[in-house]
């Protein structure tokens, strides 16, 4: 009886207590979104941060987080966001353009221009594995290396 007992708790657990937690998440990442639209960066923060620490590797959480921190001017700590999306996506090439953007933004153009190229590189894999079409690629990459050429032309400034 006992056994029983403990296996009717488990189920139970498992078939109301985890939905409830995943609805949970939901619920809190578009109350998350809805202050980020709104531009209470730091709120939204409190709220994605709820997310990653019970989902680590909630891409969506970790972007919002990492929008939020660019708006706010931390640019550093957003980009260790976008890098843990790169580590869970290495072929996320939006998340490598908002590193490069955010690179720029701190004045390290070098590591701009790479993490441009990245990007760039990334998309085209996103082709490859037929993810987007070659019309968004070219798209994508077009506006990528113009990007790319003036975070080159401003390392160049710099450096003379």
């Not at 078939?15 to 730091?42: V, W």
């Not at 580590?87 to 090439?93: A, F, H, L, R, W």
């Not at 933004?105 to 441009?116: N, R």
Request: hydrophobic share 35%; charged share 30%; glycine share 4%.
């Amino acid at each position: 009886m006992g056994r029983f007992l403990i296996w009717v708790i488990l189920v139970a657990f498992l078939l109301f207590i985890i939905p409830g937690c995943t609805e949970n998440t939901n619920d809190l990442y578009q109350k998350a979104e809805k202050l980020s639209n709104s531009g209470r960066y730091d709120d939204a923060l409190v709220i994605y941060q709820k997310i990653i620490d019970v989902e680590p590797k909630n891409v969506d959480a970790l972007r919002g987080r990492a929008y939020c921190q660019s708006n706010l001017g931390k640019y550093e700590e957003s980009n260790i966001a976008y890098s843990r999306i790169v580590e869970i996506d290495p072929n996320d090439y939006y998340s490598l353009i908002h590193m490069a953007e955010n690179f720029e933004s701190l004045g390290k153009y070098s590591v701009a221009v790479i993490k441009y190229d990245a990007a760039d590189t990334a998309c085209l894999h996103r082709w490859k594995e037929g993810k987007i079409s070659k019309e968004q690629y070219d798209s994508f990459s077009k506006e990528t290396k113009e990007k790319m050429w003036k975070a080159y032309d401003k390392n160049q400034a710099k450096s003379s």
